[in-house]
């Protein structure tokens, strides 16, 4: 059997074809303050070196590469330390004070919006 089989006499076929289209929009956009030792580890940031900054701040952009703008937004409006850019999945990680990684959230955010037209979801904290 094969799966002309399945369909019924006279009905054509469907032709699917399907691609990515990633839009603009920043899909999350998350501090997370006072964070145990060990998420530092698992997300490979050294807790000796970042762990007195008490709070990591984590964005997921699309399309990826504009997380290398994002990186340069933050590390220009806030006093954050740079953990991890992908460009490749649009992942940004860094780490500071909580108040300095929710401005750079907000700075992020604000420009992506007011410049270039994306669609922004709400920052949240835990």
Do not use: W
Request: aromatic share 6%; net charge negative; charged share 25%.
């Amino acid at each position: 059997m094969n799966i002309e089989d399945f369909i019924p006499q006279g009905e054509q076929k469907m032709r699917i074809v399907q691609e990515l289209v990633p839009g603009k929009q920043v899909t999350l956009a998350h501090v997370i303050a006072s964070p145990d030792p060990i998420i530092y580890r698992k997300l490979g940031l050294d807790p000796k070196l970042d762990y007195n900054r008490a709070a990591i701040g984590i964005l997921s952009l699309s399309p990826a590469e504009i997380s290398v703008i994002a990186a340069d937004i933050a590390m220009k409006k806030a006093n954050i330390d740079m953990g991890f850019i992908d460009r490749f999945s649009g992942t940004l990680l860094f780490t500071g004070k909580v108040a300095e990684v929710e401005n750079a959230i907000i700075e992020i955010n604000l420009y992506l919006k007011e410049k270039l037209g994306f669609t922004i979801c709400e920052v949240t904290r835990t």
